[in-house]
């Protein structure tokens, strides 16, 4: 089955500002192979492309684009050359979100046929894991376990490398790539307004403030996780000498990501945390910090001073020190979307 098409239509804008839009044509699998794609689209708002898909990587995308209060000109344009055997569906899902305004599909998901049913993962009251391959950056990560919350609020680490790689609003996981037939790719999909992070380490050992963050810990050892009370995995490794536990809570009807790090170590290593990476960082004037355009907030520790310095790749870091000294050092901050 083969198709392709324009839809053009209008979208009403209810406040001047940035808005995270979010495409997804799920007949495009992430593991496609680059040198044959099946499918790809392109969404445009006014004559400003805003996500651009060639089908070689993937079949989602996300930007943040800033508009104006009013009505302004839409039009998605798509096409699929082939179908996969594992191909979930032939679905079109758009979504939005923006400050103040809670992620939202546009419209019910365009069907064009049913290929399989979806398999999702629902998320009632206690926080559910699921571990899974994930598709990160071009890259699949093979000992990955999301977290779905309540409160919509989720999240992807890396447990073989102690990385945070992803965080997400709207409903949890599809596994229909893992658990419909031979489960060939064994992915995890989120669904929903995905934030990739960097998938660097979040705690490694500096010689001091200028060393380069490295994109893995030579010395990581992985120990395994702590479910807490409320069923809150603790991720625990060492990274050398020093133990590390790690975790991450929605709060605030999951408009908040809480992330808590902690840093046990008896030595006198310069142990630094990496809170974000991205284009671009700025402090506001209440004190949070909005990463990559307003793409995502912060809300820091008022106790203790960040470092926000350039990358050797010209991305900007922000880090928070664990002085490890105090041999017990906990620090908590906040993702807000």
Same mark, same amino acid.
């Given at each position: 089955?083969?198709?392709?098409?324009?839809?053009?239509?209008?979208?009403?804008?209810?406040?001047?500002?940035?808005?995270?839009?979010?495409?997804?044509?799920?007949?495009?699998?992430?593991?496609?192979?680059?040198?044959?794609?099946?499918?790809?689209?392109?969404?445009?708002?006014?004559?400003?492309?805003?996500?651009?898909?060639?089908?070689?990587?993937?079949?989602?995308?996300?930007?943040?684009?800033?508009?104006?209060?009013?009505?302004?000109?839409?039009?998605?344009?798509?096409?699929?050359?082939?179908?996969?055997?594992?191909?979930?569906?032939?679905?079109?899902?758009?979504?939005?979100?923006?400050?103040?305004?809670?992620?939202?599909?546009?419209?019910?998901?365009?069907?064009?046929?049913?290929?399989?049913?979806?398999?999702?993962?629902?998320?009632?009251?206690?926080?559910?894991?699921?571990?899974?391959?994930?598709?990160?950056?071009?890259?699949?990560?093979?000992?990955?376990?999301?977290?779905?919350?309540?409160?919509?609020?989720?999240?992807?680490?890396?447990?073989?490398?102690?990385?945070?790689?992803?965080?997400?609003?709207?409903?949890?996981?599809?596994?229909?790539?893992?658990?419909? %037939?031979?489960? &060939?790719?064994?992915?995890?999909?989120?669904? #929903? $307004?995905? @934030?990739? /992070?960097?998938?660097?380490? !979040?705690? +490694?050992?500096?010689?001091?403030?200028?060393?380069?963050?490295?994109?893995?810990?030579?010395?990581?050892?992985?120990?395994?996780?702590?479910?807490?009370?409320?069923?809150?995995?603790?991720?625990?490794?060492?990274?050398?000498?020093?133990?590390?536990?790690?975790?991450?809570?929605?709060?605030?009807?999951?408009?908040?990501?809480?992330?808590?790090?902690?840093?046990?170590?008896? %030595?006198?290593? &310069?142990?630094?945390?990496?809170?974000?990476? #991205? $284009?671009? @960082?700025? /402090?506001?004037?209440?004190? !949070?910090? +909005?990463?990559?355009?307003?793409?995502?907030?912060?809300?820091?520790?008022?106790?203790?001073?960040?470092?926000?310095?350039?990358?050797?790749?010209?991305?900007?870091?922000?880090?928070?020190?664990?002085?490890?000294?105090?041999?017990?050092?906990?620090?908590?901050?906040?993702?807000?979307?």
């Amino acid at each position: 089955q083969y198709y392709g098409g324009k839809i053009n239509g209008t979208i009403n804008i209810p406040k001047s500002g940035p808005y995270y839009f979010h495409l997804n044509l799920k007949w495009i699998p992430e593991d496609t192979n680059p040198d044959n794609p099946n499918g790809g689209g392109e969404l445009k708002i006014g004559d400003k492309t805003i996500v651009f898909l060639d089908g070689k990587e993937t079949g989602t995308g996300s930007a943040t684009v800033t508009l104006e209060a009013g009505e302004h000109p839409i039009s998605l344009v798509y096409y699929k050359k082939y179908g996969h055997w594992y191909q979930p569906a032939n679905d079109i899902v758009l979504g939005v979100e923006a400050p103040g305004i809670a992620y939202t599909n546009l419209n019910a998901a365009l069907h064009f046929a049913e290929a399989v049913g979806a398999i999702t993962v629902p998320v009632s009251r206690d926080p559910v894991m699921v571990r899974s391959f994930v598709n990160h950056h071009g890259k699949k990560k093979t000992h990955v376990i999301s977290v779905g919350e309540a409160g919509s609020a989720h999240y992807s680490y890396d447990l073989a490398s102690g990385s945070f790689l992803q965080h997400w609003r709207g409903d949890f996981l599809e596994t229909t790539l893992m658990w419909h %037939g031979r489960g &060939e790719p064994q992915l995890g999909e989120p669904l #929903g $307004s995905v @934030i990739s /992070r960097s998938g660097k380490p !979040t705690v +490694a050992l500096l010689t001091d403030r200028h060393a380069v963050w490295p994109d893995s810990n030579a010395t990581y050892n992985y120990i395994g996780y702590d479910v807490t009370a409320t069923g809150h995995p603790v991720f625990k490794y060492s990274i050398g000498s020093v133990q590390v536990r790690e975790s991450l809570e929605a709060e605030d009807s999951g408009n908040k990501l809480s992330h808590t790090v902690t840093v046990i170590s008896s %030595g006198e290593d &310069e142990v630094w945390c990496l809170v974000a990476e #991205g $284009s671009k @960082i700025t /402090r506001l004037p209440n004190g !949070t910090y +909005a990463i990559n355009d307003k793409q995502y907030f912060l809300q820091l520790p008022s106790s203790i001073e960040p470092l926000i310095r350039t990358g050797v790749q010209g991305e900007m870091e922000l880090l928070l020190p664990m002085k490890s000294k105090n041999k017990n050092a906990p620090i908590t901050y906040s993702i807000i979307r």
